[in-house]
């Protein structure tokens, strides 16, 4: 494998980012579907044209970032890896939600939530990481992740947003919170040493960092700044 990474790895540390790196691959390529969800959401919402197509545009993003952290995996299993499959599309059922309400908290799920935190994760990434490679994946997959988040706050900061809607989201917030917690904490039962944060893999302390930092500093504040109150 070529890299200018300034830790060299074992076989096994290979094993594992490759590994790490295809779950990446696997997870985009889940998202995209999700956004399909959004995007159709946005639009029957009667959402502004431009958030609806920028959603329309995340599909195609994170089928772009499935194929790149693919061809990542495999540069470091140095072989040719099956190409990711999405997962069957689990929606929360927010029960008692009316169907407008879901798709607004869809909506704010997938952007406000996850995606706001996968753009700190990806800093943090960055950060770290010294493979020239990763780095790369990092920074292309970083710049759409940032896009997407503000579909979420777009939609929130709309005029079309009632006063109602806002306090209805702002009651699921909590459940909310919940679900996007519970989504980072899922994790496979591997080590991760510290050699391999430099190719993008960082320890597991640290990604429970990242998601409390971006809850506290990102999140909430980003709700507080479009008029929606947190109660935790």
Excluded: K
């Amino acid at each position: 494998m070529s890299s200018d990474a300034s830790t060299a790895l074992d076989d096994d540390g290979r094993r594992v980012v490759a590994f790490v790196w295809s779950q990446r691959a696997i997870g985009e390529r889940s998202t995209a579907e999700t956004f399909r969800v959004v995007a159709a959401g946005l639009a029957a919402l009667d959402a502004e044209r431009e958030l609806v197509a920028l959603a329309e545009r995340a599909i195609d993003d994170e089928l772009r970032h499935a194929e790149r952290c693919w061809r990542l995996a495999c540069l470091y299993a140095e072989r040719e890896l099956p190409e990711p499959e999405a997962l069957p599309l689990e929606l929360p059922p927010y029960d008692g939600a009316s169907e407008a309400l879901r798709h607004s908290l869809h909506v704010v799920g997938q952007c406000c939530l996850n995606e706001t935190t996968a753009s700190a994760f990806l800093e943090r990434v960055l950060q770290q990481a010294t493979a020239q490679p990763v780095r790369e994946t990092v920074r292309a997959l970083l710049a759409d992740e940032v896009d997407h988040a503000r579909i979420g706050w777009a939609h929130l900061a709309s005029p079309r947003l009632s006063t109602e809607r806002r306090q209805e989201i702002a009651a699921w917030l909590p459940q909310l919170f919940a679900i996007n917690a519970r989504m980072w904490g899922r994790r496979p039962a591997i080590a991760i040493t510290p050699a391999l944060a430099a190719h993008g893999v960082p320890s597991w302390p640290t990604v429970d960092e990242v998601v409390a930092t971006a809850l506290d500093e990102l999140i909430i504040p980003g709700f507080r700044h479009v008029g929606i109150e947190v109660v935790r």
